[in-house]
């Protein structure tokens, strides 16, 4: 895959946060977007609750500065997909991270799924269908805890322990990404989908 342009960054696909903590810097917040990653770098005395809160504010500050069409979705939102995250929310995250749109779309090779905190919706890879329902209820409840915290901090991993097959869904697709990922390469090259978003 030819990595994004990091001129014109496209953040109708959310793109993961990396945190940057400083000693150096006091009281100044900034944010950037390199290699497909928005780098938000803070103080390195700041709180949890003030590193969350400024997270936030870049993502969505980024997501002004680079507005994109949306993505090519289905027709509609999906009623039993809906259903679906509504249970998921409901068994594992306490009732919260549920979206307002969730859908199946075709121009999402790199991810199995990506999320928008903003809008709260929610996109899955077709190449999910066919996959395991544990797997793909991983996929949903992985993105639905990105509705609720949009960095992969610890807090982000710790919404995800509820549900009992975490590391084995992430196992199952990481191999899904290696195996097409050397299909690929054994039948012309080229990169295979990442493991997840």
Known sequence: MTPPDPA??????PLPVVVVRSARRRRTVSADIRDGVLRVSIPGHFSASQEKHWVKRMVERMAQKYPTAPPVESDAPVPD???????????????????????????QNSRWASATPAHRTIRLSHRLQGMPDWVVDYVILHEMAHLIEPSHSPAFWRLLTSYPRTETAKAFLDGAAFAAHRNLIDTGGGTGPTAHS
Request: no cysteine; net charge positive; hydrophobic share 50%.
């Open 8 to 13: 014109r960054p496209d953040l109708a696909a």
């Open 81 to 107: 997909l809906l259903l679906r995250a509504e249970e998921l929310a409901r068994r594992f995250l306490d009732g919260r991270g549920v979206p307002a749109r969730i859908s199946w779309v075709t121009n």
